[in-house]
């Protein structure tokens, strides 16, 4: 029996010796543990990239924090009511937040209706992980504007008497609520700002002495001081200058039998005539509290003078009226051009109604001193009644408008407010269908249309009125 092989430390399996690559090449084959150098390398990536996106979300906290207190502070610097200094209101809440060393600038604009602030801010941000970059630290900087503007604003206050308002309290509620409008606008904290001219109309718009003084007009008698208008001067907002006017004719047209002289269709009375760019709210509202209904509509003429003074037309009107004391000073170059970006203009149109006929007496009887002076004493229905054969009324007048012509040239004239960015809100108080229609059209959207009944009137005023002042207050 043969003995077994024995292996000799160093030897092969047959006893030979082992070379050094013997001794080598089990160890290059044996992988165990090879995969911990790849995640240890892994790991080092990922805690460089973590720690970059660390100090990145570090750095925005701290940008955020700037910022934010940045825009908190320009914007209760910049409030106009705001009494202390802006750039201290700016110093003192970057301060409180701990950013007083982050503040680089503070910048203030003022005017007589406007504030605005600026300020920047830099910081930096240590850098950590990401020095592995090259980057030592990371910016922080802010900036942050804030403005509150009081825009001059032009009113023109459009106002229905006609007969009709003496229905259901409509004048008593208009009154109502043309006084809480005037109190809201002209609140008293920048009357100075705001010019309201109130412009009562019904058959037509007596305009008054201290305007129409200051037209060219052809005067026929000195009762009342209503303006005609040739048809295409409806196609302009504007006041033609130029040209020379015709004054209304003076008498009443009713079918009573009395001689009743109260209801002119060119308003007679003092207190309706036009009350042109106005802050005095005290003489404003005693005006609306002596309006008396009378005559026909004419919603038509009423808003041609409303767009008229909103108009740069009748600066040289206005510009005569402060040199005589009748407007205050305040309001020296109004009305203001229509790209004048401080100043708001808009019209506040009111009706309880619809267009209707309107009718004047033919040429041929109102030509001379006594046949005006006639029409003066008589009401024209009363006088032609007792004096005139009835087959001989209809030779006395004629019809200068009808709904279907006044519908129109309000469509005309609206389009052209609108056409120069004048803002229209307008009411339609107790209105048909069809004058709801009429002035949802003139409206400068369906939203500055409202349709109301009763005291809602009032809410419809003080809406406009708030809607007015937050336009004019723009941050």
């Not at 570090?58 to 502070?73: G, P, S, Y």
């Not at 002035?439 to 809607?467: K, L, N």
Request: glycine share 6%.
């Amino acid at each position: 029996m043969k003995p077994a092989l024995k292996k000799r430390p160093g030897t092969g399996v047959c006893g030979s010796p082992l070379t050094a690559e013997g001794r080598v090449l089990p160890f290059v084959k044996d992988e165990d543990g090879a995969m911990s150098y790849v995640a240890i390398t892994g790991a080092l990536i990922l805690m460089i990239f973590g720690g970059m996106g660390i100090d990145m979300i570090n750095t925005e906290l701290k940008r955020n924090k700037i910022q934010n207190t940045l825009d908190r502070a320009v914007l209760a610097a910049a409030a106009l009511e705001q009494p202390l200094d802006p750039e201290a209101v700016v110093t003192d809440y970057m301060a409180k937040m701990g950013l007083a060393d982050n503040l680089t600038s503070v910048n203030v604009e003022h005017g007589l209706n406007h504030r605005t602030v600026t300020a920047q801010a830099r910081g930096t941000n240590p850098a950590n992980f990401t020095k592995l970059l090259g980057v030592e630290s990371m910016r922080t900087d802010g900036l942050a504007q804030a403005e509150e503007r009081i825009a001059k604003v032009e009113i023109s206050m459009v106002l229905d008497i006609s007969g009709s308002m003496k229905d259901n309290n409509r004048l008593e509620n208009l009154q109502s609520a043309a006084t809480t409008f005037i109190d809201t606008v002209l609140d008293g904290d920048s009357q100075d700002l705001i010019s309201v001219s109130l412009v009562p109309y019904s058959e037509h718009v007596n305009a008054g002495p201290l305007i129409t003084d200051r037209m060219n007009v052809n005067w026929k008698h000195g009762y009342s001081h209503c303006l005609e208008f040739p048809n295409s001067e409806f196609n302009s907002a504007a006041l033609n200058t130029t040209m020379r006017y015709e004054q209304m004719q003076h008498f009443q047209w009713n079918y009573f039998s009395d001689n009743t002289l109260t209801d002119t269709i060119c308003p007679r009375y003092t207190y309706e005539r036009i009350n042109p760019f106005s802050q005095n709210a005290a003489a404003l509202k005693a005006q609306v509290a002596q309006l008396r209904p009378r005559a026909g509509t004419s919603i038509f003429m009423g808003m041609k003078w409303g767009t008229a003074l909103l108009d740069p037309s009748t600066r040289n009107i206005a510009s005569s009226l402060i040199q005589n004391g009748s407007v205050d000073s305040v309001f020296q170059g109004r009305p203001a051009a229509y790209n004048d970006v401080e100043t708001l203009k808009t019209v506040v149109l009111m009706t309880d109604g619809q267009h209707d006929r309107s009718f004047r007496i033919q040429n041929w009887a109102y030509d001379s001193s006594s046949e005006i002076a006639n029409w003066d004493r008589y009401n024209l229905w009363y006088y032609l009644q007792r004096n005139v054969s009835s087959r001989s009324w209809g030779t006395f007048y004629t019809q200068k408008y009808d709904a279907n012509l006044g519908d129109s040239l309000l469509d005309d004239v609206c389009d052209a407010a609108k056409a120069n960015n004048i803002v229209i809100w307008s009411i339609g108080f107790e209105v048909t269908d069809h004058g709801a229609n009429v002035m949802r059209q003139c409206a400068s959207s369906p939203a500055h249309f409202f349709r109301v009944e009763g005291t809602e009137i009032q809410d419809a005023f003080y809406s406009i009125a708030r809607a007015i002042n937050q336009l004019r207050l723009t941050q």
